[in-house]
């Protein structure tokens, strides 16, 4: 359950907070100290990682087709989620090389009004991730 908690610790994240980052590492001032954590996407990779292992290691859901034998054969990818920073500031901080701004949900994203939270079909938030995370693989 701590893994889990802190995962969730990074939603909480404002643009403010972060000091420095990299691909590795992100550090935080978070009540005048600071905070090493590990980059959200990189996390999210290992989790994505385990999920993938354990799929495989079940096997029913791994393909038998010739051209993707041993793949996963259900769409499972990774990314981030900042609902308390928005695209343009984070742009404009120089973060795109930390994590490309593809590959996260900003609170543009997320906010009542935003075109994913309006549709009430939930057809934008399926394109969305299609755009986000295309397969690979059919």
Excluded at 97 to 124: A, E, K, M, N, Y
Excluded at 127 to 132: F, G, S, V
Aim: with cysteine; aromatic share 12%; hydrophobic share 30%.
């Amino acid at each position: 359950m701590g893994s889990i908690h802190h995962s969730y610790e990074h939603l909480s994240w404002l643009l403010e907070q972060i000091s420095t980052a990299n691909k590795h590492h992100f550090t935080l001032l978070l009540d005048g100290k600071e905070d090493r954590r590990e980059n959200p996407l990189r996390q999210a990779k290992n989790y994505f990682a385990l999920i993938v292992g354990k799929i495989k290691k079940d096997g029913q859901l791994v393909s038998r087709d010739s051209h993707f034998y041993g793949n996963v054969k259900i769409p499972v990818n990774c990314g981030v989620v900042f609902p308390n920073i928005n695209k343009y500031e984070y742009q404009r901080h120089d973060l795109e090389d930390v994590i490309h701004p593809d590959r996260i949900f900003f609170w543009d994203d997320l906010h009542p009004q935003s075109p994913i939270c309006s549709d009430p079909t939930g057809q934008c938030f399926q394109d969305t991730l299609r755009k986000m995370f295309t397969p690979r693989y059919r």
